[in-house]
């Protein structure tokens, strides 16, 4: 993996987005596809917990999507992670999440952040971890939802991942 590019931004998400987001989740083929409509609530109702990467263009080229868990109000739960398959490789996962829960630990004091991964998303465990030793947290994982909760078809495991706890400094 080589550095993120000098021209990169970390930015939140504008209604103007949704659609750009909808197609790199689309076209991940890994993540779970929400619908369009979904994608531009997400980039309107919950702008301030998530985040674009945006390329010399300005267009975005990944994002990361999350909330801050209303019963946990320090805890960023992340939602979705996509880079655009022409920008992989370069760090751009890893600093969206960086910059991420480091405007979170700032602005609303996150200490602590949540996903769920499948079984097998080698990208997203790796994700994950590096960004637990990054950081120096904690990380623990357990089954979520078993396969036999989802109503529509088969559906692998989602594996809760826990990290934290982020301090001010290990945030940054």
């Given at each position: 993996?080589?550095?993120?590019?000098?021209?990169?931004?970390?930015?939140?998400?504008?209604?103007?987005?949704?659609?750009?987001?909808?197609?790199?989740?689309?076209?991940?083929?890994?993540?779970?596809?929400?619908?369009?409509?979904?994608?531009?609530?997400?980039c309107?109702?919950?702008?301030?917990?998530?985040?674009v990467?945006?390329?010399?263009?300005?267009?975005?080229?990944?994002?990361?999507?999350?909330?801050?868990?209303?019963?946990?109000?320090?805890?960023?739960?992340?939602?979705?992670?996509?880079?655009?398959?022409?920008?992989?490789?370069?760090?751009?996962?890893?600093?969206?999440?960086?910059?991420?829960?480091?405007?979170?630990?700032?602005?609303?004091?996150?200490?602590?952040?949540?996903?769920?991964?499948?079984?097998?998303?080698?990208?997203?465990?790796?994700?994950?971890?590096?960004?637990?030793?990054?950081?120096?947290?904690?990380?623990t994982?357990?089954?979520?939802?078993?396969?036999?909760?989802?109503?529509?078809?088969?559906?692998?495991?989602?594996?809760?991942?826990?990290?934290?706890?982020?301090?001010?400094?290990?945030?940054?």
């Open positions: 993996m080589t550095a993120a590019p000098a021209d990169l931004l970390i930015d939140r998400p504008a209604v103007t987005d949704g659609a750009s987001l909808w197609r790199l989740a689309k076209e991940s083929k890994t993540l779970d596809l929400n619908s369009s409509y979904s994608y531009l609530l997400w309107r109702d919950f702008a301030a917990t998530s985040a990467a945006r390329g010399a263009d300005g267009e975005p080229v990944g994002f990361v999507t999350g909330y801050v868990r209303p019963d946990d109000p320090r805890t960023l739960l992340v939602w979705q992670v996509a880079v655009d398959s022409a920008h992989r490789g370069y760090g751009i996962a890893a600093a969206l999440l960086d910059g991420l829960t480091a405007r979170l630990a700032d602005e609303r004091g996150i200490t602590g952040i949540e996903t769920t991964i499948t079984p097998g998303n080698t990208a997203s465990e790796r994700l994950f971890t590096s960004f637990a030793e990054r950081h120096g947290a904690d990380l994982r357990e089954v979520l939802f078993p396969a036999g909760l989802f109503p529509d078809g088969p559906h692998d495991p989602e594996v809760l991942y826990r990290i934290g706890p982020l301090t001010p400094t290990t945030a940054h």
